[in-house]
Structure formats: structure tokens, C-alpha cells
Nanobody, 118 residues
Framework: QVQLVESGGGLVQAGGSLRLSCAASGRALSSYTMAWFRQAPGKEREFVAAVSWSGGGTNYADFVKGRFTITRDNAKNAVYLQMNNLKPEDTAVYYC???????????WGQGTQVTVSS
């Protein structure tokens, strides 16, 4: 059983930065793509960014391109999301997961809250 624990969220002013971390415990799934998603109040969970098993390939939602960077450390079973130039519309709970194709592979963690004030 794999458990995901996200951290690093907080309250930041517009234009600020945060670095989110996600640690996976249990069975290592280093051969899978890892991704970040987010869910704002009253909205569906949406894809933010993904990184291939090697770290060499990344994919971003249009609304974060040029502002967010996803990386991973397979030795630590971890994935990170560096978020710069944050906007109030980035306010959401952020979650990580492994992907099988485009589908989440394991149970969701508790997420980490990011709040951006204007």
C-alpha cells in the first residue's frame, strides 16, 4: 500500500513563491509518472503538472506554464512543485499522485492548502 503525504502549502501574497513536496511511503513506484493536481472550493480536481519516471519529461497545464516547475527524486520517492509568481486563482488544495496513463494510481493523500492573497 502506497501512502502520499503532501506538504509545503501556506498563505502567500500574489507574486510570491512556494515549494510543495510530496513523499510516498510503502511500495516504490519509481517507474511511474508522478503528477500534481489541485482542487479549488466548489470545483473539480484538475491536473497541474506531471513528470516522467526519469524526470526527463514534463507536462504542464496551460495556466501554470512558465510559473511552476515539477521535479522528482526517485531515491526519496518524492515529487516537488516549485510555484512562482502565484496568483489568487492558484488558491486550492494541492495533491500528488502516481499516474497510470492519465489515471491516478493510488489513493489520494490529504493534500496541502495553498492560499494566495491579492
Amino acid at each position: 500500500q502506497v501512502q502520499l503525504v503532501e506538504s509545503g502549502g501556506g498563505l502567500v501574497q500574489a507574486g510570491g513563491s512556494l515549494r510543495l513536496s510530496c513523499a510516498a511511503s510503502g511500495r516504490a513506484l519509481s517507474s511511474y509518472t508522478m503528477a500534481w493536481f489541485r482542487q479549488a472550493p466548489g470545483k473539480e480536481r484538475e491536473f497541474v503538472a506531471a513528470v516522467s519516471w526519469s524526470g526527463g519529461g514534463t507536462n504542464y497545464a496551460d495556466f501554470v506554464k512558465g510559473r511552476f516547475t515539477i521535479t522528482r527524486d526517485n531515491a526519496k520517492n518524492a515529487v516537488y512543485l516549485q510555484m512562482n509568481n502565484l496568483k489568487p486563482e492558484d488558491t486550492a488544495v494541492y495533491y500528488c499522485n502516481y499516474l497510470r496513463g492519465i489515471s491516478p494510481l493510488v489513493d489520494w493523500g490529504q493534500g496541502t492548502q495553498v492560499t494566495v492573497s491579492s
